[in-house]
Every structure is written in C-alpha cells, then in structure tokens.
C-alpha cells in the first residue's frame, strides 16, 4: 500500500519544489543524547517513502560526520532529494566546548569544498550561511556565496538566525531561496521583522526546532531529565525554575491534542504550517527525528488544521515562556534587533 504524498512548496521565486515539511538531520550524529545509527538510516528512507524531499544538515553537526552519514543516502537518491547543509559555526575537536562564527570569504570558500567532499556530492542544492558575524560585512560573505553558485558548487543560497534587515541587504546581492530560524509555538521572535521581510522578498521560510526540542511535545519537563551530554541542559528554558513555569504552558496544547485525537507534537506542527496562511509566506518545517515512528507522526501534522478558537487558545503562549532560546542570544535575530 502506497503512503500518502506529502503536498510541495518552492522555496523561494526559483527554488526547487519540496514536500512542505522537511527532515532535520542534526540528532543522528550529535547533540540530543545516543543514537541508533540503523535506525536513523532506516528513517531517511521512510523519510522519501512518505514525500520528505528536504533534508537538512551542517558541517558543525558532529564534527562534518552528520555530512558523511546522510551522504550515501543523498547519492543513491540524488534525483529526489533536496540537500540543504550549512556553514559558518566553526568547531574544534580537541575543544568540543569551542564555538567560533567565520563568515568571511577564504572560509567560506574552504567550508564549502569540504562539505561537497563529506557528502559526496558535486552540488549542493541549497547553502545556508548558518550563523551572521556582524564583523564581516554581509555582502562580502553573500558575495562569496554568489561565487559558489557561479561556479556550479551550490544551486540556491540561504541564511540562518538573520534580521528582516539583514535579509534584505543579502537579496540585494544575491537572491536568497530560504531563511532557516527557529519558530514555534514556544519561539516567535522571528515574527518581528523575519518574517515580515521573507514574506516581501518571496523568501521561503524554514523553520528549525518546530517542536521547541521536543519540549512541546512532552517528552521531557526538564533538562536534569536528559543525558549527561545532551545540548538541551546549557538552553536557559528548559532547566530550573524555568522549566517548571513552561510546563505549564503546554495546556493549550495537551487540550487541543486530547480533544481531537491527535498528539501534542501535531498541534504544534499544524500551528507551524498555518504560519504560512498567517503570514502569506511559503513554510517548511524541518523537525528532526531519528526514529520512524515520529517521522510518520510528524509527516501526518503536515495537512491538519487548526481551528479558529484552537489558535486563539494558542496565541499567548509564546509571549508567557520563561527564560531565552540560548544562553547567548547575539547571534540569533533577536539578538540583533
């Protein structure tokens, strides 16, 4: 018996067509615990099998290793699938703490000759600068990044955790198919001036951690909860006091779930899709999970719609959450704004 299809969007004016919601790649190699690597292999598969078309990674997630896990996938699909990874956290093995941002050209050119090699691939379908260093000029970086696309490297070009003002400096120079921030029920900084200015520019918007890290889906009620090494312990909502006040925030949801059959984790993507309605704006989700039993979760939150009275329940949430996204906020939009 066949799946049903995902719909498609594009991304951006002349960007590539993908299923509406996408994979995020990160968890499989790095930051949210142990990981059954079979497993997280087996969910790619199901991924494309259910529509996913989209597949989202980094050069930072796992030292480059989450590049060379999805890569035989990518290749052995390579008609399908749309590969989005990422550039500009620069990590040191022997300093896992270590978090540099380099966005100036001679890295940008390296990082992305890196990344093609990792995958193994010969282009890349779509190259987001992961994180801004306002000490680099914007357009010299998105300047290097057009050279990529010249050069037959890169096809379509994004940015991650801008401002709507940032946004439009870097279309200026090159257009921009995707702006990847976080947005979520629990997340809605971007709404500010991100969005407004995607929605002017045909920019589509990809949001990341859709789910608030599983938060939202009631997985965990706080950080002591998790592995020693997971990355959810050092974000400043998720632990102490914090946590416990936005417990209590997921009502809404929990409420909603229950009285439509649903789970939690659907009402929250439902919400993230309807953004697109909200706003008048392309979005794609890009949830991350290693297993395919939330991947067909996930995937059936892409068509539900919320009602009016169930979004109005929901509107407050946001504004009610205790404590920041991360325990440094300058690089994020918000951050800068």
């Known amino acids: 018996m066949s799946l049903p299809t995902l719909p498609t969007a594009q991304l951006g004016t002349d960007g590539p067509a993908v299923g509406v919601q996408g994979l995020g790649c990160m968890g499989m190699s790095e930051f949210y615990g142990p990981t059954d690597t079979a497993e997280a292999l087996a969910t790619l598969d199901a991924a494309l099998e259910r529509g996913v078309t989209l597949f989202d990674t980094a050069d930072a997630y796992g030292f480059g290793r989450n590049e060379e896990l999805i890569g035989p996938f990518v290749r052995a699909n390579r008609d399908r699938v749309v590969i989005a990874t990422k550039f500009a956290i620069e990590r040191r093995e022997d300093d896992p703490t270590h978090r540099g941002i380099r966005n100036d050209p001679a890295y940008v050119r390296a990082a992305v000759d890196a990344s093609l090699r990792r995958l193994g691939v010969d282009v890349i379908d779509l ?3 992961h994180r801004r260093d306002p000490a680099v000029p914007l357009a ?4 290097a990044m057009a050279e990529l696309v010249r050069a037959g490297k890169v096809r379509h070009l994004g940015l991650s955790e801008v401002t709507g003002a940032e946004l439009r400096e870097a279309h200026v120079v090159h257009p921009i198919a995707a702006l990847q921030s976080e947005w979520s029920v629990f997340a809605r900084d971007v709404e500010r001036s991100a969005v ?39 974000q400043p909502r998720f632990s102490g006091a914090n946590a416990a006040a936005n417990t209590g925030l997921l009502d809404p949801i929990r409420k909603i779930a229950e009285a439509r059959g649903i789970t939690p984790a659907q009402v929250a993507l439902a919400w993230v899709q309807q953004r697109a309605e909200v706003h008048g704006l392309t979005v794609v989700p890009i949830p991350g999970t290693r297993k395919r039993t939330r991947l067909a979760e996930n995937t059936a939150a892409a068509t539900l719609r919320l009602e009016a009275g169930e979004l109005a329940a929901l509107e407050p949430v946001a504004g009610l959450v205790a404590g920041d996204r991360y325990p440094d906020m300058a690089f994020t939009s918000v951050g800068r704004e």
């Open 196 to 234: 407004p200015a995607a929605a002017e520019l045909g920019v589509a918007f990809v949001p990341y951690s859709p789910l608030g890290r599983g938060f939202l889906t009631g997985s965990f009620a706080a950080a002591e909860e998790l592995a020693a090494d997971d990355i959810r312990r050092s």
């Open 127 to 129: 190259y987001y600068m």
């Open 140 to 143: 010299e970086s998105v300047g």
